[in-house]
């Protein structure tokens, strides 16, 4: 592994999950508000695939508006969560800066841009949609589960025109934290953003504010199909 890590922040202390042969994919997978890498190592480690690369980084703590400023691990603020609700549109706008510094800092060291997937579960969905509709780069998808699209309002403007990016969006019917009707709202505003027929939109009955193995498997499934091995 050449290159400096401490160039990028948060790959300095990110989780990487390494692959068992030579790795010639990545996945980038975000974590939601207050949790960290660690939460979803072990939850990715158990769909491994021997040639990819998954890499955890931690959100920074930050004062936390919806929490009353608490502060906690965020990738951004939030200061509410249903479609209207005010964004953090500067917080936001740096956080998917820093992941696209993960991107380049990755293709320099071998993986290319469209062998590169992001991936998150809530916040760190929501941000992993943001930064792959934004990017220069084609990547190879977006795993997206029980999430939003932040600043939907700016969509599709501020798309950086990739209409063939591949996403898997997932989510719980029962989940009250963030509606499955908000996942279905984005789900539709997506198709208006990239070529519809590159969205798949699975919900899970009985299934709250979480993951569970069938929407893991589909996760390994979506994985496989676009980051084959080479």
Known sequence: MCGNNMSVPLLAEAVTVSGTEKETAAVIFLHGLGDSGHGWADTL????????????????????????????????????????????????????????????????????P???????????????????????????????????????RSFPSVSSGNKNLPILQCHGEMDVMIPVQFGAMTAEKLKNIVNPQMITFKTYPGLSHSSCPQEMAAVKEFIEQHLPRI
């Not at 760190?124 to 990017?135: K, N």
């Open 45 to 112: 480690t158990a769909i491994q695939l021997r040639h990819v690369k998954f890499i955890c980084p931690h959100a920074p703590p930050i004062p936390v508006t919806l929490n009353m400023k608490s502060m906690m691990p965020a990738w951004f603020d939030l200061m509410g969560l249903s479609p209207d609700s005010p964004e953090d549109e500067s917080g936001i706008k740096k956080a998917a800066e820093n992941i696209k510094a993960i991107i380049e800092h990755e293709a320099k060291n071998g993986i290319p």
């Open 114 to 152: 469209n062998r590169i997937m992001l991936g998150g579960f809530s916040q760190g969905g929501a941000l992993s949609l943001y930064t792959a509709l934004t990017c220069q780069h084609q990547l190879a998808g977006v795993v997206a589960l029980s999430c939003w699209l932040p600043l939907h």
